[in-house]
């Protein structure tokens, strides 16, 4: 079969032994929004079992770029046909059977996809958007994945299935490149000093100085007094230490207060923090 679209970061993944299968879709746009949902998630491999119509214009409109999943996908005759290389297949299904069949949330299907992979192509199959996958069809599979979607409100569009079980093929995969550490693209950036934040955090002194410029201009606009400061400078250094500011913030902070002391007549508290590259005044 043809190479998977899987991102640069990911060459040796499991991403060009994962099928997705279409079994009768009936509405050809939903195969180009499925094609937009897998390159989202670096997945390529698709195989449609007798669709109604395709190739046509609304399946490449859907697509969204991802033209490329949809030239290179395989249009079998039967589900035997898709899955007939397959070391594993698995088969979404919304419903209880009389008879039980494993079932496994999709986190747990991506697991399995993977580990599976490692033997040969493994297939996820999806049903037709009116009534899903047939009792038949469902027994071909080793495992059954149910999304667990509010139960008030089950019907998942076909798109939308795909797009969350090849979300979480693809964070099984983040989470496991790298020797097995955690991938940088799932670790947060949330303060200054996380990997991907552009300025550095504001060293102590230079935080301190901005306290003591902040004080001297809630004194000199009248709304603070040091001999009756209550907890107004406490809950002010709460808030902002809360914030773990960056130098670059700093620096516009004690530049509005410079400012607002111009203003307001008073005389300027010092010099402000020496200015960082790539700063406009």
Request: with cysteine; charged share 20%; hydrophobic share 40%.
């Amino acid at each position: 079969m043809h190479k998977s679209a899987l991102p640069q970061e990911s060459a040796g993944g499991f991403g060009d032994q994962i099928r997705i299968v279409l079994v009768e879709t009936s509405h050809s746009g939903n195969i180009g929004a499925v094609a937009r949902a897998m390159k989202n998630m670096g997945l390529a491999n698709l195989c449609l079992v007798n669709p109604v119509s395709f190739p046509d214009e609304a399946s490449y409109a859907r697509s969204a770029g991802a033209s490329d999943v949809l030239d290179n996908a395989m249009v079998v005759n039967s589900l035997d046909e898709a899955i007939a290389d397959c070391v594993c297949v698995m088969g979404t299904s919304a419903r209880g059977r009389k008879v039980p069949w494993p079932v496994i949330a999709p986190p747990d299907a991506a697991a399995k996809a993977a580990e599976q992979s490692a033997a040969g192509p493994v297939a996820l199959v999806f049903g037709r958007e009116n009534h899903g996958l047939s009792n038949e069809e469902l027994q071909r599979c080793h495992f059954h994945i149910h999304i667990p979607s509010n139960p008030d409100y089950s019907s998942l569009n076909l798109s939308m299935a795909v797009q969350v079980v090849c979300y979480e093929l693809r964070m099984h995969f983040l989470r496991g490149i790298e020797g097995g550490e955690v991938s940088p693209y799932l670790k947060p950036m949330v303060a200054p000093g996380d990997p991907g934040w552009d300025v550095p955090p504001a060293p102590v002194q230079d935080v301190e100085g901005f306290f003591e410029h902040l004080e001297q201009v809630l004194v000199d606009v009248e709304f603070h007094r040091r001999e009756k400061p209550r907890q107004l400078m406490t809950r002010l250094r709460r808030l902002f230490q809360r914030a773990q500011m960056d130098q670059m913030e700093i620096n516009i902070l004690r530049g509005i207060l410079t400012s607002v002391q111009k203003a307001s007549g008073a005389p300027a508290s010092g010099s402000r923090v020496k200015t960082i590259a790539g700063e406009q005044d």
